[in-house]
């Protein structure tokens, strides 16, 4: 996963930030479990103190689980996961589902690819259409801009 202990801990606090608000919980309630577990187990944790019952597709949460646990922190080596995120997100408009109603598994691999999309340049990112579609949905849909640096996408003008 990340390369160091500082980014990890802070790549795992966005999470937990994330994930609490998607639920409407405290995050202070689970500051002190981030140092030392893992993303599934801190959106497990998450998950029971919600209330809410393991999502029907668990087995989708936990690929996208797995893909945020892998995601380089480097960003000149995340290129390749973001490729693949972009190839996923071509005929769709979350991760999971068919709607448009983002779920847990958005918000943790926002919250995980956030910092390398903020890193990448116009010319990168204008490679990346449908991850920039995704973001800029996920971070207003979820009113994420409290916890993340606004990600700005360029949308073409209308002109009839």
């Not at 797995?66 to 995601?71: C, K, N, V």
């Not at 956030?114 to 259409?129: Q, V």
């Amino acid at each position: 996963m990340a390369t160091n202990g500082t980014s990890d801990l802070k790549r795992k606090q966005g999470i937990v930030s994330s994930l609490c608000k998607h639920f409407s919980l405290d995050p202070k309630a689970f500051s002190s479990q981030v140092p030392g577990n893992d993303i599934k187990t801190l959106y497990t944790n998450i998950l029971k103190s919600s209330g809410k019952e393991s999502p029907q597709n668990n087995d989708e949460v936990m690929k996208w689980i797995a893909f945020a646990d892998s995601f380089p922190s480097d960003s000149k080596a995340c290129h390749g996961g973001l490729n693949e995120l972009n190839t996923d997100l071509a005929k769709k408009s979350v991760l999971l589902g068919n709607g448009f109603t983002p779920s847990e598994a958005d918000v943790i691999v926002f919250s995980v690819i956030h910092s390398s999309m903020i890193a990448l340049s116009t010319p990168e990112k204008e490679k990346l259409p449908h991850v920039m579609r995704w973001m800029d949905y996920i971070q207003n849909s979820e009113d994420l801009g409290a916890l993340f640096e606004k990600i700005l996408l360029e949308k073409p003008v209308f002109e009839p």
